[in-house]
């Protein structure tokens, strides 16, 4: 059963320490991205990554790093220099480019809270 | 930087109305995505459209790109409950995908 999973779904953290949100994906997809969304608001790209070992800032990246070691996966860290961290985490694949679909697959999301 | 706008932000329709939401760019978009997002729940895609003035529908859904590929919209004909959700639109420029604000949609039975 191919998609996107995303653990955990919810997730509380004190004020200062860094928390990793895994994303995992077994579609064979080479680009995987992450948002974030705010209650009431839309979504606001974070890190993008294209290929293995590869991976760009989006719009909203201070206070956040990810890696992408494996095609698999890309695993997101929040850390503790991010100002106003409590949201939604979204992770996205899409299929490879050049084949005329870049929909995006999302997976069920991670809520943190941090207090 | 490049923005995508929606309106409106909210609708309220009774069940067996139209509605309509409108997605604007401030630039020239290679693409437009239409997602639906119900309440508690994550982004899944409905659509693509990639070609100026290009329609497509989906039985009670119908979306435009316009000519200029800079604004897009989506039109629901007689919306059931099923349909409350919000409905973002994304445009895609050199592999990164830009989201409009989102039209959250409630239906009234």
């Known amino acids: 059963d191919g998609g996107i999973t995303q653990s955990p779904k919810y997730l509380f953290r004190k004020e200062g320490q860094n928390v990793t949100l895994s994303c995992e994906q077994n579609?064979?997809?080479?680009?995987m991205y992450w948002y974030r969304q705010d209650p009431g608001q839309g979504l606001r790209l974070i890190y993008y990554?294209?290929?293995?070992?590869?991976?760009q800032k989006g719009d909203i990246a201070e206070g956040y790093s990810v890696s992408r070691e494996k095609k698999e996966s890309f695993p997101l860290t929040v850390t503790s220099a991010q100002k106003n961290p409590t949201a939604f985490y979204l992770c996205?694949?899409?299929?490879?480019?050049?084949?005329?679909?870049?929909?995006?697959?999302f997976g069920p999301g991670t809520r943190l809270t941090v207090t | 930087g490049q923005q995508v706008m929606q309106i409106p932000q909210y609708q309220h329709v009774q069940e067996g109305e139209d509605f309509t939401t409108y997605c604007n760019s401030s630039?020239?978009?290679?693409?437009i995505q239409w997602y639906k997002q119900r309440p508690g729940g994550h982004p899944v895609f409905l659509i693509q459209?990639?070609?100026?003035?290009e329609v497509k529908k989906q039985k009670r859904l119908t979306f435009q790109f316009g000519e200029a590929k800079k604004n897009s919209s989506l039109h629901i004909t007689a919306t059931q409950t099923t349909d409350v959700g919000t409905y973002f639109c994304?445009?895609?420029?050199?592999?990164?995908?830009?989201f409009g604000t989102g039209t959250r949609l409630k239906v009234l039975a």
């Open positions: 579609l064979n997809h080479d680009a």
């Open positions: 459209l990639v070609k100026s003035g």
């Open positions: 994304a445009g895609l420029r050199t592999y990164k995908y830009i």
């Open positions: 996205a694949s899409s299929p490879p480019a050049g084949r005329g679909r870049y929909e995006q697959y």
């Open positions: 630039t020239t978009l290679s693409n």
């Open positions: 990554s294209q290929i293995v070992n590869d991976f």
